[in-house]
């Protein structure tokens, strides 16, 4: 397994070496059969991703030691350790990033104003997308040709949500009611965009860039979304420790919540046939106001039971990212570490 020091969080950031709790001491199926991990340091993460073509992981966030003040992106090949790209922004800290779907290219913005569009083969930015304040959240649509982002927008003083078009940089301008956006989420159809407002919920139809629907969906501060892969249901985690499953059907409504990380569920993902959830959080001892772990935990939505805990980090693992493939699962945490294993094997996909 290789692990790369220096990142965080999924919105707060992101990826994760893991040592199952799955019993006490018991180590996660596949670990056994990977070399020590190799350790990249330099970064303090917000955002990881794992490639949809290649054996590659980026982390996007802060040079340690600079208060957030210098950004950092690396991307490594998980499978030799060798380290890919390198970029600084003097601007501040990268708070967000996403592989396209053809993994072709690779989206990061942050505090600098600005959502960078980098060509992976050429490591250089293909394109600029410029935001009048912070760059909170973004997010590819489906097809790779449209890219939601939020910012902090000076002006109005609020979060807005920008819907881009990645050849000709034309923007669409969606308006919130709620003054702050945590996160961005496009359905595996695209024709719908799921934002988080603190503790509320909204649905987009992203050709009218009109609202569909806002529901109240949790206590405290929402963390992130995901779509199933049918489109049927919508998963939010949040500060409250609960993960929630929401009908997309007409007859809607919550059908499930799951009592995930004690501390706070920061992150998820479906897995690719949708039966599974992988969710990364933090979670202390019962009875205790400090100390614990960043646990990453495998779900079983329709047996609603956990199946798998993973003793991940020193402290929240703030983003967990599944392979295309289904095969390697990163995950990223506060402690500034990135770490990338192989997966349980009731993950990985398997092809017709």
Not at 190 to 208: P, R
Not at 249 to 273: C, I, M, P, Y
Not at 327 to 348: C, F, H, M, N
């Amino acid at each position: 397994m290789f692990a790369f020091v220096g990142h965080q969080r999924c919105r707060f950031f992101v990826c994760a070496f893991l040592a199952v709790v799955a019993g006490k001491n018991a180590r996660p199926q596949g670990i056994e059969d990977q070399k020590d991990f190799q350790a990249f340091k330099g970064l303090k993460p917000n955002s990881v991703a794992i490639s949809p073509k290649d054996n590659w992981v980026a982390g996007g966030g802060f040079k340690p030691g600079t208060v957030r003040a210098i950004g950092m992106i690396k991307v490594w090949d998980f499978k030799t350790g060798k380290e890919l790209l390198s970029y600084e922004d003097a601007k501040g800290s990268i708070e967000c990033l996403a592989f396209s779907p053809d993994g072709n290219y690779l989206a990061a913005g942050g505090v600098g104003t600005t959502v960078k569009l980098w060509h992976l083969q050429t490591g250089k930015p293909h394109r600029t997308f410029r935001h009048s304040g912070l760059v909170r959240t973004l997010a590819f649509s489906p097809d790779g040709k449209m890219l939601a982002t939020c910012d902090d927008d000076s002006v109005e003083q609020r979060d807005l949500i920008g819907l881009w078009n990645i050849e000709t940089g034309a923007k669409k301008r969606l308006r919130p009611k709620e003054a702050i956006l945590e996160h961005l989420q496009f359905s595996p159809k695209g024709n719908v965009l799921a934002s988080a407002s603190q503790k509320t919920i909204s649905l987009w139809d992203t050709q009218a860039g009109k609202e569909i629907s806002t529901f109240p969906a949790h206590e405290k501060r929402i963390t992130c979304l995901a779509f199933s892969p049918d489109q049927k249901f919508l998963a939010s985690a949040s500060m409250d420790g609960t993960i929630r499953i929401w009908r997309l059907t007409k007859e809607g409504g919550q059908v499930l919540s799951l009592d995930a990380h004690n501390a706070g569920a920061w992150s998820l993902v479906f897995s690719r046939d949708g039966k599974r959830l992988i969710s990364g959080g933090y979670d202390r001892p019962k009875d205790k106001e400090f100390g614990g772990k960043g646990t990453v935990k495998i779900w079983s939505l329709k047996e609603k039971k956990l199946l798998r805990t993973f003793d991940a980090h020193d402290l929240p693992t703030l983003s967990v990212s599944l392979a295309k493939d289904g095969r390697y699962i990163a995950s990223g945490s506060q402690d500034g570490t990135v770490k990338v294993w192989t997966a349980p094997k009731e993950l990985w996909h398997k092809k017709n």
